[in-house]
């Protein structure tokens, strides 16, 4: 009737929100065009749309989706999903017609073009909001118990080139979490991490909740209402641990966004940093609260939150927590606790962890043996390269700090016990060759002696001749440029 009067009234042509809002207004109620709960009608506006000429976007899909489900019609959902994907399918088609005869065009007049032609297509057969489309789809099937096509249909989106979003991760926790498919949120938890989908306030507060309930209850088998499985004591704590553990790991996401601003901004992340701390160490404290023991993983996501702000103070805390637990720390709890000193930009504490780890003993004062990996050592590089980089007006103190990364790297170089860290593996880390390279190449730039700057110059030339560097893409960061002020220095011998 709306679309009528439009029509006769105001001659108004209806467009995409047009169809959109009328769509969304089906089957709330019965009318003389469709019954309560019946979304044909809403079939009928889309069919209308493409009778008219006017292109369906992926919120007209999303509100056919969510008619369907509220009409209790998943088939109708999907099927709805299925005319979204059949249009992207004729439009990329359609494209790739024009491109290709674009491109015998362009042949003809011997004009360049583009060979990532499919990419050209991908990027220009988009259909705005489509995520909502998927997005509702999978909440139709959550709301009708059909979890495995949920979990089918978050796969399909992503390999289909659709990148989920907080809502849609979201949505399908919940429901994954209602039938107690735990895995499940830790797989998607994972997929989060991966793709920096920092999940909402909710759905926080729904894994809490689900980890706590979880805890609770050990040693209980019989349905616990908000699961629909029996819960096993060793099964279901783990499950509780890992859960806490993947979403203390998913909130150090925000590290990586906030280490990427700019210096200028530093004062304006820090309130959001030490906001974050807080959310680490609450779920951390949460989890001991429902009865959880935490594991040396949970610790170590811990040591990680504690690099955001380079509290050197709160790590001493955290490794005497480990060790009042009896755990034992890995290699990359002690990596961990190296980062934090190199954010802190402090090479003492730097150096003073790495003692402290080479003689650790345990709760019961038993020795335990740490065999440091190259990523540890480029930890320890770290804290005395950006302690160094702030003495920029003090040549003397730079000199120190970087002879003694150079120190330690002609140690390893003659399988020095002092470091315990592998020539080998040394030489295939790219990340520790490059920070040492930087060290270098700092060094001979503050270096007055000519004889000492060719010795300098000597190591840098024997690392960037190691074959770790031969397949790599050409870098533009500072080992990057590190790289082409060796290779200048080569050119210089020869002339």
Same mark, same amino acid.
């Given at each position: ?6 029509d ?114 991908d ?10 489309a ?30 989920p ?53 050990q ?15 060793? @099964?279901?704590?783990? =499950? ?5 553990? !993947? /979403?203390?790991?998913?909130? #150090?996401?925000? *590290?990586?966004? +906030? ?11 820090r ?54 637990? @009896?755990?034992?720390? =890995? ?5 961990? !606790? /190296?980062?934090?000193?190199? #954010?802190?930009? *402090?090479?003492? +504490? ?27 050592f ?87 001749d ?8 050409p ?5 990057g ?15």
């Amino acid at each position: 009737a709306a679309k009528k009067q439009l029509d006769a009234e105001h001659n108004i042509r209806p467009d995409p929100r047009t169809y959109t809002t009328l769509i969304s207004t089906v089957g709330r109620r019965a009318s003389n065009a469709s019954g309560k709960n019946d979304p044909t009608l809403a079939f009928h506006f889309l069919q209308e749309m493409n009778d008219r000429g006017i292109r369906p976007n992926g919120m007209t899909y999303s509100a056919l989706i969510d008619v369907c489900a509220r009409c209790s019609r998943t088939d109708l959902a999907l099927k709805g999903l299925r005319a979204m994907w059949r249009q992207k399918k004729l439009e990329k088609r359609a494209f790739q017609q024009l491109q290709n005869k674009n491109a015998a065009t362009a042949a003809a007049s011997s004009t360049s073009t583009s060979s990532n032609s499919q990419q050209i297509i991908d990027n220009n057969v988009v259909l705005l909001n489509e995520v909502g489309a998927w997005t509702a789809a999978i909440n139709a099937m959550g709301k009708a118990g059909r979890i495995e096509t949920a979990i089918r249909l978050f796969t399909s989106m992503y390999r289909t080139g659709v990148m989920p979003n907080t809502i849609t991760c979201g949505c399908l926790a919940d429901f994954l979490l209602k039938h107690g498919k735990i895995q499940e949120v830790l797989q998607l938890l994972a997929f989060m991490k991966k793709h920096r989908i920092e999940p909402s306030e909710v759905m926080y507060t729904s894994l809490m909740t689900s980890a706590g309930q979880l805890l609770n209850s050990q040693n209980k088998h019989h349905n616990y209402g908000y699961f629909d499985f029996e819960i096993t004591e060793t @099964g279901d704590s783990r =499950s509780a641990i890992q859960m806490y553990t !993947a /979403l203390m790991k998913t909130l #150090m996401e925000r *590290k990586t966004r +906030s280490n990427n601003k700019q210096q200028s901004r530093w004062d304006e992340g820090r309130d959001s940093r030490a906001e974050l701390i807080m959310k680490v160490f609450l779920v951390f404290q949460e989890m001991k609260t429902a009865g959880a023991v935490p594991d040396i993983a949970s610790y170590n996501v811990l040591l990680r939150a504690c690099s955001v702000g380079g509290d050197i103070d709160r790590v001493m805390d955290v490794l005497q927590r480990i060790k009042a637990d @009896g755990l034992v720390p =890995s290699d990359a709890t002690w990596k961990e !606790a /190296l980062k934090v000193a190199a #954010m802190a930009q *402090k090479s003492d +504490s730097a150096e003073q962890l790495w003692a402290y780890a080479m003689t650790y003993r345990g709760r019961d004062k038993v020795l335990i043996p740490w065999k440091p990996s190259v990523d540890s050592f480029a930890a320890l590089i770290l804290a005395y390269l950006r302690e160094a980089s702030t003495y920029q007006n003090d040549r003397e103190k730079q000199l120190v700090l970087y002879k003694k990364v150079i120190t330690m790297y002609k140690d390893t170089l003659t399988t020095s016990e002092k470091r315990k860290v592998d020539k080998a593996d040394l030489q295939r880390s790219p990340r520790a060759l490059g920070l040492i390279l930087q060290a270098l190449v700092a060094f001979e730039n503050l270096e007055r002696l000519q004889k000492h700057r060719m010795i300098l110059r000597k190591l840098a030339l024997d690392i960037i001749d190691l074959r770790v560097w031969k397949n790599q893409e050409p870098r533009h960061d500072r080992t990057g440029r590190c790289i082409e002020i060796a290779k200048g220095w080569r050119a210089d011998q020869k002339m």
